[in-house]
Structures are given as C-alpha cells and as structure tokens.
T-cell receptor, first 112, second 112 residues
C-alpha cells in the first residue's frame, strides 16, 4: 500500500512565523501535491511537483512556497504565516497524472 | 472552467439500504474521475478511479459509473453499513492539465 506521511497532525504557530509542513511518500511517485481544505471552499491546489526541483503553481500559491530536493519529500513553506492560512493541509502523490492520487492524513494548522 | 457538483450535500439512510451518490461536471473533456472517502479530521482515501475510456469500476460493495457525454458519475453503495458513514468526494482531472477539480462532497450517515 502507498504510504503518504505528513509530519504533524496538528500544529499551532504565530503570525509572522516561517512554517514548514513536510510530506514523505514511500512509493517512488513522480507527482506530489499540496492542497488546503476549508469548509465551504473544498480542496484547492496550492502547488504541484512533477519531479525533483520541478514545481508548478496551483490555484492559490500566494503566501506559500515549496521545496522538492528529494523525490520522496515535498515541503510546503509558509513564508510569513497569517491567520487566513489557518486550515487543513493535505499532501498527495501519484505515479502519473492519470493514476490515483494517494493522500496523507493531513495537518491541521492554526495560526494565532 | 471545470466545475464539479455533488448532490445531495448530506444524506442519512438506515443500515442495509442501497444508495447512490451523484457527481456532475461541466466540461466533458476529462482524463479521469476519482471517488474518495474522507473520515472526519482525516485525509482522503481513494476508492475508485475511472479513466475517460471506461464506463464503470467496481470494488467490493462499491460501483462507480461514468457518463462523459452527460457529465455525470454515480457511486453506488450496496447494503450500506454504519462504517460507511463519511464524506464522499468526487474529483475530475481534465485533459491537457495537471489540476484535479474536487466536488464539495456528500456527507453520508448510515444509521444502525
């Protein structure tokens, strides 16, 4: 079974902090994704990576950056956290864009 | 612009009932459609993926159908159980892109 692991289930940070969310997959998948999920807005794509050091902006990249130095790890960075970034963050991976996406358990991030 | 709609938003049924969840999409130029299950506070679990060339997929008590021309997919759950209680999301990937568009989900409650 594919395993996508997000480093924290719950995280509380303060405004202005630099926040790192980590995601690791164990199936050598090329594609990795970061989404945020908010009530009434559903899942929205923040960033997508199709290979090491390669990335594409999703629908809501503002205020975020990503890093993919190794194939198995995809990091989401909040450069200067703000309260409107309080959300559930979900990481996913897939072998190819035509293949199923597999999700981690999510990180519920609160910015105070 | 692709839009994905799931109706109803919530559904409550007695245990043992067969049920159908609906998903509609506005642009028929899709690559595939995926159904997910999400338990409260958790990530998404992939249930079924239907490629655009397929009409249906089955896994255990679940059957998903796809009618591209009418922009519809259904998820059929046979002999529902309380453990099926969760939110079910459908997601569409369009041709020619990397983004997946998610519906808002149907929250299912199966009463014992």
């Amino acid at each position: 079974d594919v395993k996508v692991t997000q480093s924290s289930r719950y995280l509380v940070k303060r405004t202005g902090e630099k926040v790192f969310l980590e995601c690791v997959q164990d199936m050598d998948h090329e594609n990795m994704f970061w989404y945020r999920q908010d009530p009434g807005l559903g899942l929205r794509l923040i960033y997508f990576s199709y290979d090491v050091k390669m990335k594409e902006k999703g629908d809501i990249p503002e205020g975020y950056s990503v890093s993919r130095e190794k194939k198995e790890r995809f990091s989401l960075i909040l450069e200067s956290a703000s309260t409107n970034q309080t959300s559930m963050y979900l990481c996913a991976s897939s072998t190819g864009l035509g293949q199923p996406q597999h999700f981690g358990d999510g990180t519920r991030l609160s910015i105070l | 612009k692709q839009e994905v709609t799931q109706i109803p938003a919530a559904l409550s049924v007695p245990e043992g009932e067969n049920l159908v969840l609906n998903c509609s999409f506005t642009d028929s130029a899709i690559y595939n459609l995926q159904w997910f299950r999400q338990d409260p506070g958790k990530g998404l679990t992939s249930l079924l993926l239907i490629q655009s060339s397929q009409r249906e997929q089955t896994s255990g008590r679940l059957n998903a159908s796809l009618d591209k021309s009418s922009g519809r997919s259904t998820l059929y759950i046979a002999a529902s159980q309380p453990g099926d209680s969760a939110t079910y999301l459908c997601a569409v990937r369009n041709t020619g892109g990397f983004k997946t568009i998610f519906g808002a989900g149907t929250r299912l409650f199966v009463k014992a």
